[in-house]
């Protein structure tokens, strides 16, 4: 792509005035849950519940989630020989994320070969280099058979209560199935973004179309299905997307193709960079396949991908997985390294950064003009912020989607849809007519509401205090993991931990190991409790904290990455650091803190 020079300032500028614009005073609670009189939208329109009778019983071991973090943590706790496991999952199957992501053109954007979890364990080769969901889901189903963790599953299960019971050294658990059962162990994976939300917009309930949330995409309405068969059902519909992330990126292609009108709304434009996706060649595939493959490419991937932070810079490193990811990063690094290494301050290396930064935005930016043949809309589709600033989008039907003349992308200014009413949607003093609404419109994350908030429970550990009030002022936790005051539960999150965002199961994968260890090492020695100390808790936080790397910056455009441009606060706040020195450097003292065999701050009883 030919970019043409840039003037630095004009450009920093026009970031600073495109944020303010969006800026709101009401930060997150602009959004609504799918609670109450939205609870119709969070129904599971892909598989029927089945009736069942209550549980009361004692398991070993319980995964509350039945996505990544719940499948590797019960694969690794197989493996280590705990076979009475129970995942306990309040959608239909296993797959979490991907079993509710189903809209159409679903794939994901973090390389396969590194994304999918547990491909070694069971020799799949994922069939493209960037796997469609359904790819994903399958393999979701194939780690839970392989492991034999659908034997003692509870799906369609929602837990209410979670209480830890001294006496008897175990946690009792309830559900909104009338299930009453106990384990001596307790896993947490609710994933960083399965809370959906809508926008609260004024008459939102009045429409008397058709509407739902792309991770409840209703295939019964619009014909077709996530494999790819066309919605030959919206052939007369004209439809409506609210929201241009990454979600609608991917479907807003496949809506243009089979409805009749489709009207985008957009209030930021996304960054949206070449996909280049592509079959995975099973010859190639062979070669590299030999033994510990995943985790070198794991390893390889966030190494790479931290490299543009300048921290381990090795000149040397290869680039196995060679997707966007590491492209930024490669690109990044590359800058840097015009700099003579006396010359390396934190402000020269800052500047680097952000000339790099303008450069690719530059590129993105031309990139749409390249492809929308509208100049009008082609300027509404650039984004004015640093790329990392909102999530990096990849695909190569999604701009060239508003060449289509039934597809109208309809920007607010960064003012966003005013009102729905009982015909449609209006924005910029317009109403437009549709049929169906599809809310594009994400998910509450991890770090700007708490657990509790998010898991829909509150843990009581020892002495019946709750999880809320234990982080009060702030999570607190080692390792993102252990909780004081909540012996045998462990947490599995991004949070105070890791923090990889480029690759999510990465950081599930280190920390199934950990747990599965620990709960080995608790088990052989005859251990009832095993337990963080207060102390190692508290240097733990002190240590992230004292050395901040949070994530998110205020001088970003709003969106979840920080918070909606709102500082966080009491029980949220603390929860967005990461491990200071970074993925590769926190992986590597997991490692170490696993093989001492000690796990040091931990107190087995
Ligand atoms: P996002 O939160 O990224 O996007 C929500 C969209 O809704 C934004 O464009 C937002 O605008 C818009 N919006 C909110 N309120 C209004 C309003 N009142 N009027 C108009 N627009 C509004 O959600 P997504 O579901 O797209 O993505 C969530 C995350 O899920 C991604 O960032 C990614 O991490 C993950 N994902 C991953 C994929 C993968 O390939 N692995 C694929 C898809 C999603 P604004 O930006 O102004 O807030």
Redesign the pocket.
């Known amino acids: 792509m030919t970019v043409t020079r840039y003037d630095k300032e004009a450009v920093l500028r026009r970031y600073a005035e495109e944020r303010d614009k969006?800026l709101r005073p009401d930060g997150l609670d602009?959004?609504i849950r799918l609670t109450g009189r939205f609870a119709h939208y969070a129904e599971d329109p892909y598989t029927e519940m089945v009736e069942r009778e209550p549980v009361h019983d004692d398991v070993t071991f319980t995964f509350i989630g039945g996505g990544f973090a719940g499948l590797l943590v019960g694969a690794r706790l197989k493996e280590a020989g705990i076979d009475d496991v129970r995942i306990v999952d309040k959608a239909g199957d296993f797959g979490g994320t991907w079993y509710w992501?189903r809209y159409p053109g679903?794939?994901?954007?973090?390389a396969s070969m590194v994304y999918m979890p547990l491909l070694e364990e069971t020799g799949h080769m994922p069939t493209e280099k960037y796997a469609h969901g359904p790819e994903i889901l399958k393999h979701c189903r194939r780690v839970g058979k392989q492991f034999g963790l659908y034997d003692n599953a509870l799906f369609h299960t929602q837990v209410t209560d979670l209480a830890w019971d001294e006496s008897r050294a175990r946690w009792r658990i309830r559900t909104n199935r009338g299930d009453d059962f106990t384990a001596r162990f307790v896993g947490i994976g609710t994933g960083p973004?399965q809370v959906e939300k809508l926008?609260g917009?004024e008459g939102i309930e009045d429409f008397a179309g058709h509407a739902f949330h792309?991770s409840r995409w209703d295939y019964a309405y619009t014909g077709g299905s996530a494999e790819g068969a066309p919605m030959d059902r919206l052939a007369d519909k004209r439809v409506a997307v609210?929201?241009?992330?990454?979600?609608?990126v991917?479907c807003v292609p496949e809506l243009a193709r089979a409805c009749t009108e489709l009207y985008v709304?957009?209030?930021?434009p996304?960054s949206v960079d070449v996909r280049d996706n592509r079959p995975l060649d099973p010859d190639w595939f062979a070669q590299i396949a030999t033994p510990g493959w995943q985790q070198r490419w794991l390893d390889n991937f966030t190494a790479n991908w931290e490299a543009f932070t300048g921290v381990g810079v090795d000149d040397e490193l290869e680039d196995l997985v060679q997707d966007g990811w590491t492209d930024l990063a490669r690109r990044m690094r590359a800058t840097l390294q015009t700099l003579p290494p006396e010359e390396r301050s934190p402000e020269r290396m800052m500047d680097a950064f952000e000339d790099a930064d303008i450069a690719k935005m530059e590129e993105i930016r031309a990139r749409v003009e390249a492809v929308v043949a509208d100049p009008e809309t082609a300027a509404k589709l650039k984004a004015w912020y640093r790329q990392l600033c909102?999530?990096p989008c990849f695909h190569d039907e999604y701009l060239q989607a508003f060449n289509r003349p039934n597809t109208h992308l309809v920007d607010?200014d960064?003012k966003?849809?005013e009102r729905i009413t009982a015909k449609g949607v209006v924005a910029g003093g317009r109403e437009y007519e549709v049929d169906c609404i599809v809310y594009?419109?994400?998910?509450f994350v991890e770090f700007g509401m708490s657990l509790p908030e998010r898991a829909g429970y509150d843990p009581q550990g020892r002495g019946g205090k709750r999880l809320s009030e234990h982080w009060h002022e702030g999570m607190r936790t080692l390792h993102g993991i252990h909780v004081h005051g909540f012996p045998n539960l462990f947490v599995v999150q991004l949070a105070q931990g890791a923090a990889l965002a480029s690759n999510v199961p990465h950081n599930y994968t280190e920390s199934s190991q950990t747990i599965a260890g620990v709960v080995r090492h608790a088990v052989e020695g005859g251990f009832d409790h095993v337990e963080v100390t207060e102390e190692a808790e508290t240097s733990w936080v002190d240590l992230l904290v004292a050395n901040g790397r949070a994530f998110g910056s205020e001088e970003c455009t709003?969106?979840?990455y920080n918070n909606e441009g709102q500082p966080l606060g009491g029980s949220t706040d603390q929860g967005n650091f990461g491990y200071p020195f970074g993925p590769v450097a926190f992986f590597s003292l997991m490692d170490e803190w696993r093989r001492s065999g000690t796990f040091g701050g931990l107190r087995f009883g």
């Open positions: 969006r602009q959004y992501n679903i794939m994901c954007d973090t973004l926008p917009i792309t609210i929201g241009t992330g990454a979600t609608a991917q709304f957009q209030r930021t996304s909102k999530r607010t960064g966003g849809v594009a419109s994400g998910f709003p969106g979840y």
